[in-house]
T-cell receptor
Framework: DGGITQSPKYLFRKEGQNVTLSCEQNLNHDAMYWYRQDPGQGLRLIYYSQIVNDFQKGDIAEGYSVSREKKESFPLTVTSAQKNPTAFYLC????????????FGPGTRLTVL | GESVGLHLPTLSVQEGDNSIINCAYSNSASDYFIWYKQESGKGPQFIID?????DKRQGQRVTVLLNKTVKHLSLQIAATQPGDSAVYFC?????????????FGQGTRLTINP
């Protein structure tokens, strides 16, 4: 089955710890995105990548880092510098050919204890 | 700056009735507008999009209307079903250095009453 997966579904972290969220897609999409969603809110863009070995900051990149070493993978690290990391994190990918549709993964809910 | 917002945060309709979800946007330069559906605890799902040079687009049980004069977007769902209960987001596209970016509104929670 083609799709986009995120793991883990739930993640708990102690304050001061870095944590990495996984995002994998087998859709052969070039573009990948990370969003943050807070309760009752829309999605806000953290980082995006148009192609392997390239990524750009989104609207709320502070306290986060990413890498794009493989086309299929776009992991997000939430660092201890992120002051309010508890949120629902969503990864998305988009194919070429002028499509506007971003395919979203199931999300990872991060809770900082 | 760019912003996309929704007029109503919640909407309740009877099963079988039609529903209309509204959205206001501010960036008149956006090329596309997209509606997403998000069920509880899941990622958003694409419903339908509309190009900025169109006024209306229809899909299966859904219709999107775009009024560029007043920067207003709406999603009409016909004959609502229990499975339509979800949060609906509108989003507008923007391009940064050739990369597509989506700007999302806050969302409207649609509840279908039996």
């Amino acid at each position: 089955d083609g799709g986009i997966t995120q793991s883990p579904k739930y993640l708990f972290r102690k304050e001061g710890q870095n944590v990495t969220l996984s995002c994998e897609q087998n859709l052969n999409h070039d573009a990948m995105y990370w969003y943050r969603q807070d309760p009752g809110q829309g999605l806000r863009l953290i980082y995006y990548s148009q192609i392997v070995n390239d990524f750009q900051k989104g609207d709320i990149a502070e306290g986060y880092s990413v890498s794009r070493e493989k086309k299929e993978s776009f992991p997000l690290t939430v660092t201890s510098a992120q002051k309010n990391p508890t949120a629902f994190y969503l990864c998305a990918s988009r194919g070429g050919g002028g499509t506007n549709e971003q395919f979203f993964g199931p999300g990872t809910r991060l809770t900082v204890l | 700056g760019e912003s996309v917002g929704l007029h109503l945060p919640t909407l309740s309709v009877q099963e079988g009735d039609n529903s209309i979800i509204n959205c206001a946007y501010s960036n008149s330069a956006s090329d596309y507008f997209i509606w997403y559906k998000q069920e509880s605890g899941k990622g958003p799902q694409f419903i339908i999009d509309i190009r900025s040079n169109m006024d209306k687009r229809q899909g299966q049980r859904v219709t999107v209307l775009l009024n560029k004069t007043v920067k207003h977007l709406s999603l009409q769902i016909a004959a609502t079903q229990p499975g339509d209960s979800a949060v609906y987001f509108c989003a507008e596209t923007a391009f940064l250095g050739g990369a597509q970016k989506l700007v999302f509104g806050q969302g409207t929670r649609l509840t279908i009453n039996p």
